[in-house]
């Protein structure tokens, strides 16, 4: 089969690849829409995962059922499914515990583009069907649900993990496509004021759709400086962690109230250590709850998201700011996100067979 | 001073009572906004709290504090502040312990027109200023502010009371103002589709204008017939109450999902025993909890559901159908409260002084 | 292969039945040591699970591994086990929800003895060997683990439904042997004081052992009016149930104090409707929980009250009162579980090959 | 009046000064017996909250109420009261928001000896005598009951910050008095193994009685290695902080398990950043939560306290290694904490009247 793929470090292409082959709870699907991710860019260019020969990337995807295996239960051939991020193996320990994204290890429910190939090609493996696919519902565009893979799972995580509550102040820090989501999943948890942190044009116009009440862009100084004098002084609830890297964590700890919490879903890249400043975290006694975590993926999940979306909770399709047509633009698309023009939030890539 | 209040069961009228003298930790205000509840119908009209005497009613108010005691901190006679209905001790073993709604005893944090007198009066006692008054916002008209009181509080609690989460499915049973604040405090916890259970026309709009994505008639059928219809048999994951009465929970319980919850916050005013039917919950093991509480008072939420307004999160002035002019109308709009015409939602009155 | 089974309502006896077949993520064990249960008698001489004919019994067992499908990863012939008797399907959307044990519906992820053949019998099958097996600790006795196949699990359940805190005041309702478990769960979130309702001496003299402080004869009045004595009118914060039946939940609610709790794991055999009383219910506002639930089962919780018997927190072999040796006592056992002697805690049955 | 106070930076002594004044919710109490703290030690001989001129010290202590406010409801002369090191204002927004410890501002909960005078004085004041006082139980000793001041709710709070549950395998850094009792509170939460980080031969013969199951000698190398080494690798569920500096957030994040939390309750007196290892940190999506607080005073949480203690939970005597008796034997006793020879765990005074 015909796939895109990390060739080595820097490096992508075309490759020709086996047809991945079905375990008895597995499926393999055909992408119908697909989106490439910062991650897809961190994997390629910054070596992020390592290095990899001929790994196909992608882990956004929506597909159609094309092969199912012998003890699958409730998907078929022709079902059209939202295809997660993370895939976990659900009857492991991690999984029981309430951690499926670290099932096997930490990260290890990452398993596209991962532990194995991703979804840029003509077919891809999916892991226990049953637990990991979830049918497109009826009236939701297969380019819109290609959000869920990722993007609004992620953002949502980062209200779940600061534990956001109804009239807590709420600072994100980032509004890219992530951190969009991570404005709308403070709304749906009931978050009062929201000053988002950013500064590009199409971003900043979402967020404020999204709900954002104030917006912060830190070439007027310092976030923490501006934050503490929107609040009076007092700071905020929460710190939701989108954008940024290690350093982050400084001025969020600062601009956080006692008994506050920081939510981040970041991917950190770089540097050897996050530092929490000692004396602003209370001696070690402030009650500011430091917390970071990967998406929740599976089924479950995505039958949750797609049920908000249709019910008209969160419009994801308003990241979608570029749009390809055909299996041949996945490189474009990939490109783009690598290169990140000024109007970019997000570019989808539609496939018909 | 000149009062409002239940002369006996079943009686109402004006009176002259004593102005209330200030405890070094109150504040005496008087009345800028009042709304009647349906309470102060249960107090005077079905004695749900017993006979009582000259009791001034209402326990919705903004006000102007225009005396305080010797040890607050944080208000001084002009300032304009919410009032909740729930004003707990806040030192008191219960509020200790996560629970100052029944500081004292159950129910106790509940003391307008019920332990003491309400705010339907030229002056009224708050205690403790610095722990249950909160400053209305700048650009929050105190009619509006008169539903955080209580309706909004109460709504909310439903939610958190049930534990809402992304995705959940919920029905919310009734919606007269408590219940429409139930369905906008479930989209603001993220429920994907919300059946809301009513007939009035103006009810209906508000509850679709708040989030509602379904509304179920009760004459069309039994609730949990179209319930269970509507969601192919599976039923829902949360069941939020503010209608009905004790019998309202035998159907809760077979609409619910194992693992699901029920949050009452509705006044259940007669009958001996709230019935669960023991198979439907599992015979004892089906993880159906059933929770159901006094909506939290008190300062600080109050604070939070100010910020939560002014961030545009909810807009309770959509309650308000009905407008008065005049201290003297408060018995008019009472009146409306208990004949409830199908045209009502709630009435709110503003005093001039 | 010789198994020992329901023949039918009120029939048991010994039956040839064909040994079970192994799925690709399943495991075929023998048993080593079993444990009749008094779901066991309910199933047979009340028919809680209607009539079944054949129906091989019992569902606490530890055993050895015989043979194992292909995808198991952590299991291999001739490994000793600890076998929950509730075996999750983990990939379910139940389980992905938090309730494994509702995995395919209401109680289902309960199949020994139920869906499926039990462990009493030569052979017996496990499904998802990986997410539902654990090794048997070198240093514990097959007898003593028997007891974490339901026993242990259930009776923690009910302080992690109803949220036992430290310091909080505890009713445990039923001393069996589930009901010690309680108790000793109990202690082990916290508990400060533990009022034990029960008569039969040697349960009485576990229960303080395990950690009770106060026994409750009911002999001696009504158990609501002795928990009001012993706590000076302020009744207790949680209640725990493990006996009684439907009408135990109308004490439990009036004993509550407000914010106070109810964590049920009696099975609740008869009756149409459990009945919560209004007015101490706090007319529906008391925030007086109430919360009934299946045991958690699978392998992870199996690992984990491992490691809390080996840690030496809880001593289950106190529950062992009577001891069998080979396969033919089964039934004696059983009949001994039916027939409830008074110094009868809990029988097992050790198996030598 | 007689007091022991820091007269500056390094230097302690025997002071004259006023006896203090009663506030109306407020009680003047003499103490019965009373500890020295690290804290105190901190305070004194490291500077850690500034330079202080003739501040009274000691924040450990029960007394006899010799006088309260007009508006104390629930204590009068003569009552013996456990004293909590923390006293909040009970009706802040930050109690109101669950964070009573932070009360006014972060960790100004904390009054005695540093936002007023301390209990090393013939005569002392707390604030809101109904919120913050507890009757010492009959049949509890005061020189224990001082263990409830502090020792004993810091402790509590690591397991309730990292959240233990039932079978967690939980490192315990320090096993020094607050160390001690976060061994005996994570028994008390349900934790399996408890590795316990210390070495002086007193300490480590009380933790294994608490229920330490291992040892850990950090004279045998590396605490990571030894605990990777003892948990086949694993690593472990939770990591409680009672010991050690900032630096030993690196090595607790680098033990845990994806999904782990640490608690920290240990005071970091010096140091500028705690700092977090990014990559074991799961470059930022290990769910590995870091929590830090300071305990939870008032007076339900002294009642719960002393419930447990005489409930036969925890036996804070346990603790008491030096015992001195007479108000002038403070400074020695104090000396004592400052040195900290090998066989002191923690001094107390008795004070006879």
Chains 1, 2, 3, 4 share one sequence.
């Not at 989106?35 to 070596?47: I, K, L, N, Q, R």
């Not at 597909?63 to 295809?83: H, N, T």
């Not at 709304?187 to 199409?202: E, H």
Request: include cysteine.
């Amino acid at each position: 089969m015909k796939a895109y793929a990390m060739l080595g470090l820097g490096q992508t292409g075309w490759i020709e690849k086996e047809r991945p082959s079905c375990g008895p709870m597995d499926a393999i699907l055909r992408p119908i829409a697909v989106a490439p991710c910062t991650s897809d860019v961190h994997t390629v260019w910054e070596g992020a995962i390592g290095d990899r020969t001929n790994l196909v990337l992608g882990h956004e995807a929506v597909g159609e059922v094309l092969e199912v295996g012998e003890y699958v239960r409730d998907f078929k051939p022709g079902d059209i499914c939202i295809v997660p991020a993370i895939t976990p193996d659900w009857n492991s320990v991690e999984a029981q515990d309430g951690f499926p994204m670290h099932s096997g290890g930490m990260l290890n429910g990452w398993k596209f583009s991962n532990a194995k190939d991703g979804v840029f090609a003509e077919f891809f493996h999916v892991n226990d069907a049953d637990g990991n696919l979830a049918i497109l519902p009826e009236g939701m565009s297969p380019e819109t649900a290609t959000m869920l893979s990722d993007m609004l799972p992620t953002g949502l995580q980062a209200s779940e993990l600061a534990g956001v509550r109804y009239g807590d102040d709420v600072v994100v820090v980032g509004i890219g496509p992530v951190g969009l989501m991570v404005v709308r999943g403070a709304v749906l948890r009931g978050a009062a004021r929201i000053f988002a942190v950013g500064t590009r044009r199409n971003c900043v116009e979402v967020a404020l759709e999204y709900g954002a009440t104030d917006i912060i862009n830190y070439k007027n100084g310092s976030i923490l400086d501006q934050v503490m004098a929107l609040t009076n002084g007092k700071g905020v609830d929460k710190v939701l962690i989108a954008g940024g890297d290690v350093n982050t964590f400084d001025e969020a700890v600062r601009m956080l109230k006692p008994g506050g919490a920081i939510g981040n879903v970041n991917y950190l890249g770089s540097g050897d250590y996050i530092k929490i400043p000692r004396v602003e975290w209370g001696v070690g006694m402030g009650h500011k709850m430091i917390n970071a975590g990967l998406m929740l993926g599976g089924r479950r999940r995505m039958e949750r998201l797609a049920a908000m979306v249709m019910a008209g909770r969160v419009d994801p399709s308003k990241l979608l700011t570029h749009r390809f047509e055909g299996f041949d633009t996945i490189e474009e698309a990939l490109f783009l996100m690598r290169d990140k023009p000024a109007d970019l939030i997000k570019p989808v890539v539609s496939i018909a067979w």
